[in-house]
Nanobody, 116 residues
Framework: QVQLVESGGGLVQAGGSLRLSCAAS????????MGWYRQAPGKQRELVAR???????VHADSVKGRFTISRDNAKNTVYLQMNSLKPEDTAVYYC??????????WGQGTQVTVSS
């Protein structure tokens, strides 16, 4: 059983920074991808950034240059450093672990609110 525990969300003023963390526990073996998605009210869940076991990253165009995803493989933890936050970044942020054919797992979500 895989569990993902997120932390680091909160309320911040526009231009501020937050760092999200997501620790994975359980039976995690081999190549995998960890990522962050977000869902704003009335909108579909969208990819923010993802990183695989080799460290290859993908960032959504809307966050390039402001957000940075990283991971610590020894700790099975992924981070999202968010700088220059904008009100439109307000959403619930979800951590995801994709282990290919073995499944895809989600965290419970953490609220990020950016005030103008």
């Amino acid at each position: 059983q895989v569990q993902l525990v997120e932390s680091g969300g909160g309320l911040v003023q526009a231009g501020g920074s937050l760092r999200l963390s997501c620790a994975a526990s359980g039976s995690i073996f081999g190549f995998n991808t960890m990522g962050w998605y977000r869902q704003a009210p009335g909108k579909q869940r969208e990819l923010v950034a993802r990183i695989n076991s080799r460290g290859n990253t993908v960032h959504a165009d809307s966050v390039k240059g402001r957000f940075t995803i990283s991971r610590d493989n020894a700790k099975n933890t992924v981070y999202l450093q968010m700088n220059s936050l904008k009100p439109e970044d307000t959403a619930v942020y979800y951590c995801n672990l994709d282990v290919g054919g073995l499944g895809s797992f989600w965290g419970q979500g953490t609220q990020v609110t950016v005030s103008s």
